[in-house]
């Protein structure tokens, strides 16, 4: 069983939205990530998101 995430599901949700929208504008999967969370002062990126990893 996945361990509870510390994030809501809908500031999650509106995250992974946020990445697929931004990513053009930066070289990398990874810097899109970081520039969002550090926007979205949730912390880390540990992992890329199921959602976007087929889009």
Same mark, same amino acid.
């Given at each position: ?22 990513? @053009? ?5 990874? +810097? !899109? %990530?970081? *520039? ?6 949730? @912390? ?5 998101? +199921? !959602? %976007?990893? *087929?889009a």
């Amino acid at each position: 069983m996945a361990r509870p995430s510390r994030q809501p599901l809908e500031l999650r949700r509106r995250a992974v939205r946020r990445v697929g929208e931004v990513r @053009g504008d930066y070289p990398t999967e990874t +810097a !899109a %990530l970081q *520039s969002v969370a550090e926007k979205r002062a949730t @912390g880390k990126v540990t992992r890329w998101p +199921a !959602a %976007l990893s *087929s889009a």
